[in-house]
């Protein structure tokens, strides 16, 4: 993983992650409007619109610059062709944040998710120093859980019944991670 602070990326092998901008609204309308994509995600809408995906975008690089979180684009390092997204949350007070994140459908099972969440795990740690990074997913989408489990991160905890989504309830699988260096090691 080689991250610029500079050009706030990270690129890894195969990836490249960036800044969302103005002009990937299209192609994350294209990917989002997804109802496959939206049953496993806490917060996109669906139908998904140009107009949210601007929306979305809107307040990135600010967060970005003020150390709220780091949303980036997940990309093909070659083509520059957009897979993704992944974010990292940044809770300063408890120096602790959340990886969330999601994957076109037509780019499911190529390891994406997995190598994006590696690299952000390793930014949180050893560029932005934190203590712990977690995250979650719905019970119902265990291949979350298993990017989840390839980065080494364990489970912590089961919130049934947590959050509704489409008239359901849904359980929350919660995993977390301590930052391994801080025990003079690296990731």
Same mark, same amino acid.
């Not at 299209?26 to 806490?42: G, H, M, P, Q, V």
């Given at each position: #993983? ?63 610059? &003020? ?11 070659? &083509? ?30 190529? !390891? ?27 019970? &119902?989408?265990?291949? &979350?859980?298993?990017? #989840?489990?390839?980065?080494? #991160? ?9 959050? #509704? ?10 995993? !977390? ?11």
């Amino acid at each position: #993983m080689k991250y610029s602070n500079q050009y706030k990326t990270i690129t890894t092998n195969r990836l490249l992650l960036r800044l969302f901008q103005k002009s990937d609204a299209e192609a994350i309308a294209l990917l989002c409007n997804n109802y496959n994509i939206y049953k496993n995600t806490l917060y996109l809408p669906y139908p998904y619109t140009i107009e949210d995906a601007l929306k979305w975008i809107k307040p990135h690089l600010e967060n970005y610059t &003020s150390n709220k979180s780091y949303e980036f684009a997940i990309t093909d390092k070659d &083509s520059g062709g957009l897979y993704g997204a992944i974010a990292l949350t940044n809770n300063q007070r408890f120096n602790n944040g959340e990886i969330a994140y999601w994957i076109g459908e037509e780019f499911w099972g190529n !390891g994406f998710a997995t190598e994006a969440a590696q690299a952000i795990l390793q930014f949180a740690f050893n560029e932005k120093q934190y203590h712990k990074v977690f995250a979650r997913y719905f019970k &119902s989408n265990p291949a &979350s859980g298993r990017v #989840m489990q390839k980065l080494g #991160m364990k489970q912590e905890g089961i919130l049934i019944e947590h959050v #509704m989504k489409e008239n359901r309830y849904e359980d929350l699988i919660w995993y !977390g991670k301590i930052n391994p260096g801080e025990n003079g090691s690296s990731i």
